[in-house]
């Protein structure tokens, strides 16, 4: 409670000096965006409350203040993005509730795992197979995480390597979560909307299944090196077949949630074909699975999977880019904060880059919030150079998306964080976390800007 009060009282200090320095070569609606964006940061830094509040303060802040307009404040709303996070949260709830899910997994485990190391493998492999079928990290996580806890019991393995399990669960939705727009489909939208060009499901995947694959194995090769099991692993297979089979025949609600998976999974696919953005063709699908006859999926309830709390912030955190780029708050920033020539080198800039947003995301914790700050700041920074928009948001997405030393670092990990969740903490984050900072830095300068020169996004 100390530590929010006084994170509470710093946000408002920070704010007030900013407001009445004597700034020289911004606007006075670009000063007090900063000053607003500043005192947001230190908040969200410190948990002052939930991000959702503080970043509904800041919104209101903005209008009231007449830093802009109400629609530039939440411009986020009339683009397909924010619908895309609405659709993907429903459909995430529908494959988890349905029992399919459950059912993939359970199956899979049956069929492959029979050691320490295949279970560890299992979990990247089952994670990116419901990467494509549940577009969010959380509800992925946890349905896994609900299927290994039946094979620690089976196994009978001693808690200490219980927790490497559920550590690793959690551990895999970071880098695994990359490599399909909808992989996360909070964050992987949210970096392409900053950068203000747009990308498809299939135009997601030549840019970032690559580096985001490579991210995957890197991570897993870490995880098997630094978390060795303190016995063999015997799994007990009767007993993941008896909960197979318990799970009965294929549902009737199981089967129409497939179906709508497979439509949903198609027209993600061929979004370059027929036109449509993902964001609708996410929400249609989603409306379409409570319809009657054909849907009977979602019910009334359902909106419940929808978490308001994420919405506010993440139009908050949009709301930094689109405020900050037309009150001149991001370009101020790089020109004041950032070196006043960029690296003419792609590997030095794309290093740079990623210190840059490695520092950032140190202090302030939050991925989106990193990305809303940097973001805007980095682009104006590098468009002397004639550098495409959309490489530098993927390098500062890049850098903080797969990255963490504290589980506060990333909500992936957070969430995940306990004995009632993964079982682990944040001492197994750190002994990751700081080799992980070595992955980051290969696959965004020996992996990405190769691969973006082969296909031209650089």
């Not at 946890?142 to 620690?152: D, N, Q």
């Not at 989603?286 to 979602?298: I, Q, T, Y």
């Not at 004995?419 to 700081?434: A, D, F, M, S």
Request: proline residues 5%; charged residues 10%; hydrophobic residues 55%.
């Amino acid at each position: 409670m100390n530590k929010k009060r006084i994170g509470f009282f710093l946000g408002i200090a920070v704010a007030v000096i900013i407001y009445f320095l004597p700034l020289k070569g911004i606007e006075p609606a670009g000063q007090t965006c900063l000053a607003l964006t500043l005192m947001t940061v230190v908040w969200w830094a410190t948990q002052v409350a939930q991000s959702g509040y503080v970043g509904g303060i800041y919104l209101m802040a903005l209008v009231i203040f007449k830093v802009a307009e109400p629609a530039l404040v939440f411009k986020s709303w009339i683009g397909p993005t924010m619908f895309l996070i609405i659709g993907a949260y429903l459909i995430a709830g529908a494959v988890k509730d349905s029992g399919l899910g459950e059912r993939i997994a359970y199956a899979f485990i049956n069929k492959f795992v029979r050691s320490y190391k295949g279970i560890i493998v299992s979990i990247f492999v089952l994670t990116f197979i419901m990467s494509v079928l549940i577009p969010h990290p959380w509800p992925r996580a946890f349905l896994i995480m609900s299927v290994m806890a039946v094979v620690i019991q089976s196994a009978k393995m001693p808690k200490e390597d219980a927790v490497k399990i559920g550590f690793t669960v959690f551990a895999a939705s970071v880098p695994v979560s990359l490599i399909f727009l909808t992989g996360d489909s909070t964050i992987n939208p949210l970096a392409v909307a900053n950068s203000g060009e747009s990308l498809g499901w299939l135009g997601w995947f030549k840019v970032m299944g690559v580096p985001a694959i490579v991210a995957s194995i890197l991570t897993l090769i870490l995880i098997l090196i630094l978390f060795k099991p303190t016995q063999e692993v015997h799994i007990n297979l009767d007993e993941i077949h008896e909960k197979q089979k318990a799970l009965g025949p294929l549902s009737g609600l199981e089967k129409r949630t497939a179906v709508w998976l497979v439509i949903a999974i198609v027209l993600w696919a061929t979004d370059s074909i027929h036109g449509i953005n993902i964001g609708w063709i996410t929400l249609g699908v989603a409306m379409c699975m409570s319809m009657p006859v054909v849907g009977e999926v979602l019910t009334p309830k359902s909106w419940g999977q929808v978490p308001v709390h994420v919405l506010i912030f993440l139009t908050s955190a949009m709301a930094i880019g689109s405020v900050g780029g037309e009150t001149g708050m991001n370009a101020w920033l790089a020109d004041t904060i950032l070196p006043s020539t960029v690296p003419s080198n792609l590997f030095v800039l794309a290093a740079f880059i990623a210190v840059i947003s490695i520092v950032i995301h140190m202090f302030m914790g939050s991925v989106i919030a990193v990305m809303g700050v940097a973001i805007p700041a980095l682009m104006a920074f590098t468009s002397p150079m004639g550098i495409s928009p959309l490489a530098t948001a993927l390098f500062v997405y890049t850098a903080v998306a797969s990255h963490y030393i504290l589980p506060f670092h990333h909500l992936n990990m957070l969430v995940g964080q306990g004995e009632e969740n993964g079982k682990y903490t944040q001492k197994e984050c750190i002994r990751l976390g700081i080799p992980l900072i070595a992955v980051v830095f290969i696959v965004t300068v020996l992996i990405e800007v190769p691969w973006w020169k082969i296909i031209g996004l650089l």
